[in-house]
Nanobody
């Protein structure tokens, strides 16, 4: 079972900041990669930022230097700090979990599993 719940969206003026949070729950997977995507009206969902299995932080070119991603495993929370927001940052932001290992008999084993998505949180950047 996997649950992802995003929060923190809202309306801000250009240049403003928002902090998005994604709280996850899983009793199935013991390791996974987490990321943020956004969906702008009329466009495909696009990658924004993620943390890979080597704990490297990756960002879309459009947000480098303005957004910062962090992950707190003790609190089961993925955070996206968004600064200097621009109007093209408007969209629905989604948290994604990509499973890597699942619990098998109390141990972790490599797995190939579907990705999981939250329901999203809306960000509107407008003057």
């Amino acid at each position: 079972q996997v649950q992802l719940v995003e929060s923190g969206g809202g309306s801000v003026q250009p240049g403003g900041s928002l902090t998005l949070s994604c709280v996850w729950y899983t009793d199935t997977y013991c390791s996974f990669e987490m990321s943020w995507y956004r969906h702008k009206s009329g466009k495909d969902r696009e990658f924004v930022s993620g943390i890979d299995g080597d704990r490297r932080r990756n960002y879309a070119d459009s947000v480098k230097g303005r957004f910062a991603i962090s992950q707190d495993n003790a609190k089961n929370t993925l955070t996206l700090q968004m600064n200097n927001l621009k109007p093209d940052g408007t969209g629905m932001y989604y948290c994604k979990m990509e499973p890597v290992e699942r619990l098998v008999g109390g141990n972790c084993a490599f797995t190939v599993a579907t990705d999981y998505w939250g329901n999203g949180t809306l960000v509107t950047v407008s003057s």
